[in-house]
C-alpha cells in the first residue's frame, strides 16, 4: 500500500480508500497504476467486485481451515482466497468474489486483502496472534452469516479449506509459484482470472502429490 501511494503520489490513507472503493484516481493517476501493474488502464473498468462476498469467503476460510492454533496463517488465508476465486473462475467462467489478485513474492494476493484484513482487525472481528513465527488470523464472531455464498460456492470452500488445512504455509505458497497464473505474471501485476484455464485440471487447486 505504501509504495502504491508514493508511486500515485497521494497518502497510503488515500489509497486504502481507493481500494474500498471510496475514493477515485484521475486519469493521470489512472496511467500511472495502470502501468505499475503492467495492466490497460480499460482493465480497471471491468465488473465492479463483491467485496461483502468476499469477506464472507474470508470467514468460511478461517472457519473450515483453522488449525490447533485456533486459526489460518496470514499468508495461508490470502492463498486459500485466491485458490476459492481462481477455482470457480476454473469451473464456470466466474469468480467467486472478481477482486483483483497481485503477483506478490510469496504468491498471489488479492488487492483488498491487507486492507480486509486490517478494517476486521480494528472492528474488533477478528484477532491477530503472532505463533511460531507466524501470524494467526482467527476469528471473534460466533455469527455465521454466509447468504451471499451458494451452497456450491460454500462447499468448494470447504473442500479447499480442507484439502490445505494440515499442510504447511510453505506448502500452498509453493503450490500458487507453480502455477501457470503466477509464472506467467511480472512482481505486482494483476493476475487475469482467464490464465487458470491453461492450468492442468489436477493442480488448480489440489495439493500437490507426495
Same mark, same amino acid.
Given at each position: 500500500?505504501?509504495?502504491? &501511494?508514493?508511486? @500515485? ?20 493517476? @489512472?496511467?500511472?497504476?495502470?502501468? $505499475?501493474?503492467?495492466?490497460?488502464? *480499460?482493465?480497471?473498468?471491468?465488473? %465492479? ?7 464472507? +469467503? ?13 486459526? =489460518?496463517? #496470514?499468508?495461508? @488465508? &490470502?492463498?486459500? $482466497?485466491?485458490?476459492a476465486d481462481f477455482t470457480k473462475?476454473?469451473?464456470? $467462467?466466474?469468480? +467467486?468474489?472478481? =477482486? #483483483?489478485?497481485?503477483? +506478490? ?10 486492507? /480486509? /484484513? ?12 503472532? =505463533? ?15 447468504? @451471499? ?7 468448494? %470452500?470447504?473442500? %479447499? ?8 504455509? *510453505?506448502?500452498? =505458497?509453493?503450490? /500458487? ?6 509464472? +506467467?505474471?511480472?512482481?505486482?501485476? !494483476?493476475?487475469?482470472?482467464?490464465? %487458470? ?7 488448480? !487447486?489440489?495439493? $500437490? &502429490?507426495?
Open positions: 500500500q505504501e509504495d502504491v &501511494a508514493n508511486k @500515485l503520489g497521494i497518502s497510503r490513507q488515500r489509497w486504502i480508500l481507493v481500494e474500498k472503493g471510496e475514493r477515485d484516481l484521475n486519469t493521470e493517476e @489512472l496511467e500511472v497504476l495502470a502501468e $505499475l501493474f503492467g495492466v490497460d488502464v *480499460a482493465d480497471f473498468f471491468e465488473e %465492479i467486485p463483491d467485496i461483502k462476498k468476499f469477506k464472507q +469467503m474470508y470467514f468460511a476460510c478461517l472457519k473450515f481451515a483453522s488449525d490447533e492454533r485456533g486459526g =489460518v496463517p #496470514k499468508t495461508k @488465508l &490470502a492463498k486459500l $482466497l485466491y485458490l473462475f476454473f469451473q464456470e $467462467l466466474e469468480p +467467486m468474489s472478481g =477482486v #483483483k489478485y497481485r503477483r +506478490m513474492e510469496f504468491g498471489p494476493v488479492a488487492d483488498i486483502f491487507f486492507s /480486509t /484484513t486490517e478494517d476486521l482487525y480494528d472492528g474488533g472481528k477478528i484477532s491477530i496472534s503472532p =505463533v511460531d513465527r507466524a501470524l494467526i488470523i482467527s476469528s471473534n464472531t460466533r455469527e455465521e452469516n454466509f447468504d @451471499l455464498l451458494s451452497e456450491d460456492e460454500l462447499s468448494l %470452500i470447504k473442500q %479447499i479449506c480442507s484439502l490445505w488445512k494440515g499442510k504447511r504455509t *510453505a506448502e500452498i =505458497v509453493n503450490f /500458487t509459484h507453480e502455477q501457470k497464473p503466477w509464472k +506467467m505474471c511480472r512482481d505486482g501485476e !494483476y493476475i487475469p482470472y482467464r490464465l %487458470i484455464i491453461q492450468e492442468d485440471p489436477d493442480h488448480v !487447486y489440489q495439493p $500437490l &502429490a507426495g
